[in-house]
Structures are given as structure tokens and as C-alpha cells.
């Protein structure tokens, strides 16, 4: 049996430049942030997932019914029941 050539589309970086064009599009008309302007990100505590203290690196927390505390350095994190991906 002889190799086999496979070929994509034109090229992916037409596809990506065709994304990145709408997402300025989107953007010039106010329906996405800029890029700049994106919130950070906030460290919470993930109810059954193994977590770490974005402080002192500890893995032991006291957890309450609203807010888990890190038992190194104190820092209170706020209790999510899952992690929202966008």
C-alpha cells in the first residue's frame, strides 16, 4: 500500500485570519471586550477537585459554607461547586 497525502483546507491560516477578522468586527462593535480590558482571573476553591493556595502553594484548607481558608497563610477563597470554561 502506497503513503497517503492528506490535505487540508487551503491553509489554516485563512481560518484563523477569517476568526481573528471577526473578532475585531465583534469587537469594534462593542459585543466583545478588548483584549485589555478582560477581567483577570479569580482564584476560588473547586468543591472535589484537588486545589492549591494561589498564595503559599498549601493544600490544606478549613473549609466553611461560603469561603474555604487556606491553613498556611489564611487567605480566604470563595466555595464554587464547579468551574465555569469559557
Known sequence: MGARIV?????LSDVSRALQA???QLRAAGLLPAADERRPAVPVFVIGRANRCPDCHGEAFAVGRITAECCGC???LAIVASRRIM
Open 7 to 11: 490535505s487540508f483546507p487551503a491553509a
Open 74 to 76: 489564611g487567605l480566604p
Open 22 to 24: 471577526a473578532g475585531q
